[in-house]
């Protein structure tokens, strides 16, 4: 079984920066599109930023120049570099794997969550 554990939430004025972390337990990560989701209440969990494998990021026009999305193979990590955030940032942030398991099926796992707040 897969787990994708979540840290770097916090409480941060605007303008300010938080890093997110996302550590894999087994041996899926070095296969896996990594990827950050986010969800304010009331709203729709929609896509922050994805990393392929081969280490193609791609941004929500939202982040796009602000947030950047990195990973560290060796330590089965994926981070999320979040810069001169907003209020409008504020939401649960999810980390997402999937990759194709070895008879051709798409498989996906979800973290826990970690908690972004933003002030003015």
């Known amino acids: 079984q897969v787990q994708l554990v979540e840290s770097g939430g916090g409480l941060v004025q605007a303008g300010g920066s938080l890093r997110l972390s996302c550590t894999a337990s087994?041996?899926?990560?070095?296969?896996?599109?990594m990827g950050w989701y986010r969800q304010a209440p009331g709203k729709q969990r929609d896509l922050v930023a994805t990393i392929t494998s081969g280490g193609s990021a791609n941004y929500a026009d939202s982040v796009k120049g602000r947030f950047s999305i990195s990973r560290d193979n060796a330590k089965n990590t994926v981070f999320l570099q979040m810069n001169n955030l907003k209020p409008e940032d504020t939401a649960v942030y999810y980390c997402?794997?999937?990759?194709?398991?070895?008879?051709?099926?798409?498989?996906?796992?979800w973290g826990q969550g970690t908690q972004v707040t933003v002030s003015y």
């Open positions: 997402n794997a999937r990759y194709l398991s070895s008879s051709g099926y798409p498989r996906e796992y």
């Open positions: 087994g041996s899926i990560f070095r296969r896996s599109t």
